[in-house]
């Protein structure tokens, strides 16, 4: 049972094309995330989205664009891909109600992008 | 000043040794503080959460956490080599968003 399922694992592509990245979760959460992993391993917020509405839109390209067509399910496209753009993508999901768990995020296994 | 900051490693014990790893943050505002392992090629998994100060314990680990020193800690008891991974600390208030440290890489020798 894969709680966050994203895809494809990893990917290969050439300068200037267009590529999407797919995250479903089946956890029942409301808010879902993009991160970025840079290959220095630091990991940063991209989006997120809670009950499809756009929470947190950190300061990225707007070649980047996130799509939650239902709570369970947010992608990311990605328009004119960049060299720079290279690392690989982390879908995320987690609950905003209180509790003891507070807003515990839990991760994909990664997509790797490669942009060659 | 960055606003979490985690020991760089990489870090590389004997079997059986005690692990510390350690983060600062500086927003006093932070409510959640959790540690994440992340294993190569991997998703980062979360091992520990807490949201108070003082000590949290499951197994072999111990979170730590001083508000008053914005102080963060992790300790690995009798470390084994499959906690060989990268440890990120991660802290979050009430807005959805975690900020993340560096990581630290561990190395556990048989």
């Known amino acids: 049972d894969t709680a966050v399922s994203q895809t494809p694992k990893y990917l290969v592509t050439q300068m200037g094309n267009d590529k999407s990245i797919k995250c479903e979760q089946n956890?029942?959460?409301?808010?879902m995330y993009w991160y970025k992993q840079d290959s220095k391993k630091f990991l940063k917020i991209m989006f997120s989205?809670?009950?499809?509405?756009?929470?947190i839109n950190e300061t990225v390209p707007n070649r980047f664009s996130p799509k939650s067509p239902d709570k369970a399910h947010l992608n990311l496209h990605i328009n004119s891909l960049e060299l720079g753009d290279s690392a690989v993508y982390f879908c995320?999901?987690?609950?905003?109600?209180?509790?003891?768990?507070?807003?515990?995020?839990?991760f994909g296994e990664g997509s790797w992008l490669t942009v060659v | 000043q960055k606003e979490v900051e985690q020991d760089p490693g990489p870090l590389s014990v004997p079997e059986g040794a005690i692990v510390s790893l350690n983060c600062t943050y500086s927003?006093?505002?932070?409510?959640?503080f959790m540690w994440y392992r992340q294993y190569s090629r991997k998703g980062p998994e979360l091992l520990m959460y807490?949201?108070?100060?003082g000590n949290k314990e499951d197994g072999r680990f111990t979170a730590q956490v001083d508000k008053s020193s914005k102080y963060i800690s992790l300790f690995i008891r009798d470390s084994q080599p499959s906690d060989s991974a990268t440890y990120l600390c991660?802290?979050?208030?009430?807005?959805?968003?975690?900020?993340f440290g560096k990581g630290t890489l561990l190395t556990v020798n048989p």
């Open positions: 956890l029942g959460h409301d808010t």
């Open positions: 989205y809670n009950n499809k509405e756009l929470i």
């Open positions: 927003n006093s505002a932070f409510q959640y």
């Open positions: 995320a999901s987690s609950n905003s109600g209180t509790g003891s768990s507070g807003n515990t995020i839990y």
């Open positions: 991660a802290i979050g208030g009430s807005n959805y968003k975690l900020t």
């Open positions: 807490t949201y108070s100060s």
